[in-house]
């Protein structure tokens, strides 16, 4: 059992993960983008690209301009997100870098705040009407697998403490192909499981977003009208000659047409 | 300024009744699509959503990656004016992303209740048919969607995939063929066209005491001038508007009576009729060898 939790699940898990986003993305790149449909205001430049996408991903315009209050809570919780999985660094590097320590503190409170916003996007698909109609048992599912995942979290730190080095030694023992088994809290195996339910679930299901704003063509492309723009799967225009005028026939439609008149 | 529009109550299947007319055989034999629904209509269907995937990243970008957050949900005019849940964009672009996801993606095959996963079935297509028809494509939706998810991308592929099983509307097929037949979408007919623009030097004539010229099929000119034939037809002063400005800045120009459409319903209907009538914009502009083509609409 243990050694199927440790060793054996998170390797597949990690597997899946990495497997699964590389397919998706390699399918989202290989599919040609036929027309121009960036949205305005659109930049003109590369570099006005790299721009907005740097602000769509740090502050999310779009959702500030749409829905102050759901721009509030998700913005929050991906910032707490991420200073969480920074914090969690500590468990995967040796030695720990300078600012990985740096971060700790901020990490360590991150966590305890995560399920504020959380709470608040569940509660928020359950109490507006138009939200409770557009969810899907995958949104719920993702928001339960956080849920379970911070707040086992937050009690593996606070109530039930591990020991440390154990962990430290699994994880460092997995990624160099050494796996141990460690004498770990049965809450520990708990928050692995979500993490790894988590990692499963991630490339099949709307938490692909995270990359797909990247690739969107609405956002990542330019507003360069001087530059034509190349359909890759162009072809020619086939008219059909039973029903269609071409510019021949429209021709003689046309002189036919004046010698009724006179 | 910003006018606050109250979002309304959501009132399942409130226009639900609202559908258009069937596309009549006549047009759809002109535009090259199957006069009526195919017999096999379904696999027809998943066919071509199949090559729109493999086609357009914005579809399968768009599909995979909503995470149904709302934000678009009142934004949609269609929305705001009838309340039916449905024609929130992120409920609009459903429709179509749960026949992908039964179908075409690995999360819908193996877990479909979850994903919300559903068949093509006479259901699903009857509220396409509802639905991708009360979107007007106009991408409002795309602007507040943090991923820039566009509504109007799934529109239009759903829209094609429906009009390669022989299924569109009255509206938009009737004016799609006018444009083959007639240069425009109004239906006037190259003779109509000419002695309308006679009617306007002469009316011009007398309202400004100037002889203001409106060159029809004039060769050589600088500009071909591709107003909405609505201009001619209906809202006459714009179009005397571009006839004045034209003189007042020396410019020669002309419209021609094989493409006088600025407009172009192609984008309502598939790709391929959409190309066409844009290319028309082009054999119009070398026929008569002019420089620019000033085109609005």
Known sequence: MGALTFIFLPYLCTAVFLLGIGMKVFFWIRTPVPLRIVTTPAPRTRMGVTWRLIGDLLWFPNLFNADKLLWLAGWCFHILLWLVLLRH??????PVPTWVKGILTLGLYAGY??????????????????????????DYFALFLLLSTTLSGILLQVF?????????????????????????????????????????????????????LLLSPTQNQRANFEQRFINPWDFPVAYNDQNIFSPEKYRQALMEQKGEKE | MRVPVPIPEIKIGASKHQRC???????????????????????????????????????????????????CADKCQFFLGTGDPKNMPVARADLLRKVYKRYFTLGGKVWGRANE??????????????????????????????YGIDTAEITIAAREIMAAAGIATKYVTEVVAKVYDTGNNMGIRPLAWKDMCAFFEEDLKDTEGEDIKFPVDAVGAEVLLLPPSADVFVNNNTMAGYAKMFHAAGISWTTSTYCNEGGNFGLFLNFANMKKINNRILEAARQLKVKKIYWGE
Do not use: N
Not at chain 1, 114 to 138: D, H, K, M, N, Q
Not at chain 1, 188 to 211: E, N, Q, R, T
Not at chain 2, 25 to 35: G, R, T, V, W, Y
């Open chain 1, 160 to 212: 039930f403490r591990t020991y440390l080095i154990d962990i430290k030694a699994l994880i460092l023992g997995l990624i160099h192909f050494k796996p141990l088994l460690p004498q770990a809290h049965w809450l520990f195996s708990i928050h692995l499981l979500f993490v790894m339910a988590l990692l499963i679930y991630f490339p099949f299901s709307k938490l692909m977003h995270a990359g797909g």
């Open chain 2, 117 to 146: 996963a559903e068949e093509l079935s006479e259901g699903v297509l009857q509220e396409w048919i509802t639905y991708f028809y009360q979107c007007s494509e106009c991408r409002r939706c795309s602007i507040f969607c943090p």
């Open chain 2, 21 to 71: 007319y069937p596309a009549k055989e006549k047009d759809m034999a002109k535009i090259d699509l199957p006069k009526e629904r195919v017999e096999r209509w379904k696999e027809v269907m998943l066919k071509k959503m199949a090559e729109i995937l493999e086609k357009y990243r914005s579809v399968r970008l768009f599909l995979d990656i909503c995470v149904k957050c709302g934000a």
């Open chain 1, 113 to 138: 705040l995560i399920p504020i916003p959380l709470a608040f996007l569940l509660t928020r698909r359950l109490v507006i009407e138009r939200a409770l109609y557009i969810s899907i048992l995958g």
């Open chain 1, 89 to 94: 660094l500590r468990y995967f590097l040796y």
